[in-house]
């Protein structure tokens, strides 16, 4: 594997693959000192906690080297760009990049500008591979096989590279997806093909799997909707909709959570939620994705 760009770099048996081996990971077996001698520099233009700690953690788990860079306070803020920045970091000794951006093309730029693997950790609207990941793993450990299951992606998927690396991975997978939300939230060319629906109430029932997505106000959703507390008593997952989920239905959300919007505490901390486990699997899947990009574990 040459670096994680897009998930549509990864055959279905490479998938299968890092999954196993985060399952592994996730069980306890660390391929420890796998990375010794490497370094691994994040390079995060947006802002991150789960995405950039876990990699951290994960690239140390293994015994790499880590840089974290930071473009506030760096010679980014004096006007140095893009393939200077990579070029100098990669020059230190760099094997390995985690790219964040906010355009989508750039993990592929890295990668061809610095001749290193670049692992994306979430392009623009474009994708956020390892969360897809991750994802997938929560939901193997939780159902075993996912063929059949029905998940309903609630909320702002125009802007959301997370949906889109949903869509990309999990009908692999066996899954059924609907898109869920307002018109104005849901992106206008649908090369998918999964069904659309405008109002959550009458789906709630039929899903396996609520994955629900936050307003993404930084990328402008906030002018698809009237309001917020208008969103929240459309599509928002409060206390009063629990009772609709089937017993054996799981809550997701990639994180961070706008709380009183798209999700209230009940669902968020309540027995079906899956929001902390997503957020524990985060670490042995990015270990799985790091020893596999540098070709160190099987
Ligand atoms: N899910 C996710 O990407 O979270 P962060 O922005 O905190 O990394």
Redesign the pocket.
């Known amino acids: 594997m040459r670096g994680l760009v897009s998930l549509r770099d990864l055959s279905d048996a490479q998938v299968a693959s890092i999954l196993e081996l985060a399952g592994r990971c996730r069980e306890g077996f660390h391929p420890e000192g796998s990375l010794r001698g490497r370094t691994v520099t994040t390079l995060f233009y947006e802002?991150?906690?789960?995405?950039?700690v876990s990699f951290e953690r994960a690239a140390r788990l293994l015994g790499a080297e880590v840089l974290g860079f930071d473009p506030a306070g760096s010679s980014v803020e004096k006007g140095e760009g893009l393939a200077d920045t990579v070029s100098t970091l990669a020059a230190m000794g760099s094997d390995l990049f985690v790219v964040r951006h906010p355009m989508v093309d750039v993990p592929a730029l890295v990668q061809r500008w610095s001749g290193v693997p670049v692992v994306n950790a979430?392009a623009g609207r474009g994708e956020?591979p390892t969360?897809s990941l991750t994802d997938a793993l929560t939901l193997v450990r939780r159902f075993g096989s996912l063929k059949g299951l029905r998940m309903g992606i609630v909320g702002d998927v125009a802007n959301s590279r997370v949906a889109r690396s949903h869509l990309e991975l999990f009908p692999r997978l066996g899954m059924e997806l609907s898109l869920i939300g307002p018109a104005t939230l849901l992106p206008d060319h649908d090369p998918w093909g999964v069904s659309r629906c405008h109002h959550l109430d009458p789906e709630l029932g039929d899903l396996d799997v609520v994955y629900l997505l936050r307003v993404q106000a930084e990328r402008g959703a906030g002018r698809g909707i009237p309001s917020l507390g208008g969103y929240a008593r459309r599509f928002g997952l409060g206390e009063d909709r629990l009772s609709s989920l089937k017993p054996s239905a799981v809550i997701m959300h990639?994180?961070?959570l706008n709380r009183g919007v798209e999700i209230d505490d009940a669902a968020a901390d309540g027995e079906q939620s899956l929001i902390r486990e997503q957020v524990a699997n985060g670490v042995p899947l990015r270990m799985a994705v790091l020893a596999q990009v540098m070709g160190v574990a099987s």
Do not use: A, I
Request: charged residues 15%.
């Open positions: 802002p991150s906690t789960r995405t950039r979430g956020h969360q990639p994180g961070p």
